[in-house]
Each structure stands twice: as structure tokens, then as C-alpha cells.
T-cell receptor, first 111, second 115 residues
Framework: EDQVTQSPEALRLQEGESSSLNCSYT??????LFWYRQDPGKGPEFLFT???AGEEKEKERLKATLTKKESFLHITAPKPEDSATYLC????????????FGSGTKLNVKP | NAGVTQTPKFRVLKTGQSMTLLCAQD?????MYWYRQDPGMGLRLIHY???????AKGEVPDGYNVSRLKKQNFLLGLESAAPSQTSVYFC??????????????FGPGTRLTVL
């Protein structure tokens, strides 16, 4: 069964304190792995797509990496405006019309 | 560009009542999706459409129906609402299911409470 697990459920950081969020997945052939940011009361906002193990993508203070079993979202020197819930989703190669989402990591960055 | 819009933003129903949620996108996307988001469970796919006039079941389709009569609109219907359908509903669209350009763009959500 296709499954996505994110950890930790919640993370509190001080401003400037770097850390990583984890997304582990089991899927019968990965077509793509997606990272989204979701602010309270809003819809998810697309951040990155990763397609193959070893791939990395960066955007400002965020860097996403991918292995065969998991993805990491590294946050370098976070600011309070990075506070949000970060969602991970996978698209399977044999059923690419469906996306499987994790339950997210809620990040709180304190000034 | 408005992107993906959803109406209404909030709604309270009584058990057994019916309603329709409307999703509209102005990006000329082929693919559209309806998800529900519940605390601790992540987004779950209800129904999706790969083009005008086509629909298909997702992970949790029971109790819902959909229609895609126009490319830009995707409607989600609840024929007889149940308290278990209390949730936040998100619509999304994507340009393609190919490897490139397949990220989904989400609407702002509809918060539905069924009493």
C-alpha cells in the first residue's frame, strides 16, 4: 500500500536554528515527490518537485533532497515567516492520477 | 489570474441536507481534483477529472458526486450530508500529469460543518 509518513509532527525552532523535516514513503515506483507549504486557513502552496534519488532543489532558505526511501526538507537559518505546515506528497508511477499526502509537519519559528 | 477559486468559503449543513461546492480555475488546466483535509490525516483524494466530461473516483469517494461539464469548473456534490463529512475541502488543478508541469495548484478551501 502506498504510504507517506512525515516527522516530526511539530517542530519549534528559534530564529536562525537550522533543522530538517523528514518525509518517508513507500510506493510502487516513484513518479514524483512534492513539497508544499500550508499557512493556517489557506490552501497548500507548491514548493518543489523531486523525481529521482540524489536530486536536490533549493529556494531561499529551503533545500529539498530525495533518496530512494525518503525526502528531507532542510531549513537553514529560519525566520518567523517560515512558520507554516509543510506537506509532502508522492505520485506513484503505476497510478499517476493519484497523489498521496502525508499529514504534515507544523513548524513554528520563534523570534 | 485568479488561479483556483472555491465557493463558498464556509457552510453549515444539517444532517441529510444537500449542497454543491464549486471550483473554478482560469489556468486552462486539464486535471482537477477534490480533496478533504482532516486533522492528523493529511489530504485525501475524493474524486478527480482528467478532462472536460470525465471524472473518476479517488481514495474516499463514498457520499460524494462530481461533475466536470466545463473545462474550467469542477463541482463536488453532497446528496445527503453526514456529520462524518465535516471537513475542509480543497480543490486543485494541474496542467499535466507528465513528469514536467504536474504540480498541483490549490484553492483556498471550503470549511464545511455538518450538524
Amino acid at each position: 500500500e502506498d504510504q507517506v509518513t512525515q516527522s516530526p509532527e511539530a517542530l519549534r525552532l528559534q530564529e536562525g536554528e537550522s533543522s530538517s523535516l523528514n518525509c518517508s514513503y513507500t510506493v510502487s515506483g516513484l513518479r514524483g515527490l512534492f513539497w508544499y507549504r500550508q499557512d493556517p486557513g489557506k490552501g497548500p502552496e507548491f514548493l518543489f518537485t523531486l523525481y529521482s534519488a540524489g536530486e536536490e532543489k533549493e529556494k531561499e532558505r529551503l533545500k529539498a533532497t530525495l533518496t530512494k526511501k525518503e525526502s528531507f526538507l532542510h531549513i537553514t537559518a529560519p525566520k518567523p515567516e517560515d512558520s507554516a505546515t509543510y506537506l509532502c506528497a508522492v505520485q506513484a508511477r503505476d497510478n499517476f492520477n493519484k497523489f498521496y499526502f502525508g499529514s504534515g509537519t507544523k513548524l513554528n519559528v520563534k523570534p | 489570474n485568479a488561479g483556483v477559486t472555491q465557493t463558498p468559503k464556509f457552510r453549515v449543513l444539517k444532517t441529510g441536507q444537500s449542497m454543491t461546492l464549486l471550483c473554478a480555475q482560469d489556468m486552462n488546466h486539464e486535471y482537477m481534483y477534490w480533496y478533504r483535509q482532516d486533522p492528523g490525516m493529511g489530504l485525501r483524494l475524493i474524486h478527480y477529472s482528467v478532462g472536460e466530461g470525465t471524472t473518476a473516483k479517488g481514495e474516499v469517494p463514498d457520499g460524494y458526486n462530481v461533475s466536470r461539464l466545463k473545462k474550467q469548473n469542477f463541482l463536488l456534490g453532497l446528496e445527503s450530508a453526514a456529520p462524518s463529512q465535516t471537513s475542509v475541502y480543497f480543490c486543485a488543478s494541474s496542467y499535466s500529469r507528465d513528469v514536467v508541469y504536474n504540480e498541483q495548484f490549490f484553492g483556498p478551501g471550503t470549511r464545511l460543518t455538518v450538524l
